[in-house]
């Protein structure tokens, strides 16, 4: 089974700054990893697929990028909004799995 | 649309069963696949199975959880369901189903509402 090991676990970050989220996986998942957000009480949604590919009616400050087993997930400009939950996932190999999830704060 | 229903309690050594119906799509659809995924505080977002139909029916379990789940579809209610045995209160969170973006594009695009499940007596 494929790990994915997200970092930090909360980043606290104020509203209008640029910030990146880590997700490293324990091998190979080639470029198949999705990026997911999530608000208390809802189910989660779709970012980013295929490591950089902006999902339908996704803003562009949300973008991903890979390097090797390194995934990152960067917002340019902080909505009040985006201070949820942050998943990733990969789809290389069943059984796909998550990451553990960053928190965004407000600082 | 992915519509859940089932109990939201269920006693410990029984079975938990959940079903997801299926509105503006197929659960026959041939580059479909269609999951149950569970996120618990503990486990966090975890894999339970699914089900997918490609000329014949397909599904998959994760090794954790393979002897417990069976996920069947229903073609005639256009459905599909999730069956767990002999839980424990470590199968308490919250469960949603999920169909992935098709065409081999496995992440799941389209969630269900989830339904939040706790096995106690």
């Known amino acids: 089974e494929k790990v ?18 880590s997700c490293r996986a324990s091998q190979s998942i080639r470029t198949y990893l999705a990026w997911f957000q999530q608000k208390p009480g809802q189910a989660p949604r779709l970012l980013i697929y295929d490591a ?8 562009a400050r949300f973008s991903g990028s890979a390097s090797g087993t390194e995934f990152t997930l960067t917002i340019s400009s902080l909505q009040a909004e985006d201070f949820v939950v942050y998943y990733c996932q990969q789809y290389d190999n069943w059984p796909y799995t998550f990451g553990q999830g960053t928190k965004l704060e407000i600082k | ?23 503006g799509d197929s659960v026959s659809s041939n580059n479909a696949a269609w999951d149950w995924i569970r996120q618990s505080p503990s486990r966090g977002l975890e894999w339970l199975g699914r089900t997918y139909y490609r000329s014949k029916w397909y599904d998959d379990s994760p090794q954790s959880v393979r002897s417990r789940v069976t996920i069947n579809a229903d073609t005639s209610k256009n459905q599909f369901s999730l069956q767990l045995k ?6 308490t969170g919250v469960y949603y189903c999920a169909r992935d973006a098709g065409n081999g594009h496995n992440y799941p695009e389209f969630w269900g509402q989830g339904t939040p499940v706790t096995v106690s007596s």
């Open chain 1, 4 to 21: 994915l090991t997200q970092s930090p676990a909360t980043l606290s970050v104020s509203p209008g700054e640029r910030v990146t989220l």
């Open chain 1, 52 to 59: 950089s590919t902006r999902a339908t009616g996704i803003p």
């Open chain 2, 86 to 91: 002999s839980v424990t209160p470590e199968d």
């Open chain 2, 1 to 23: 649309q992915l519509q859940q229903s089932g109990p939201g309690l269920v006693k410990p050594s029984q079975t938990l069963s959940l079903t997801c119906v299926i509105s």
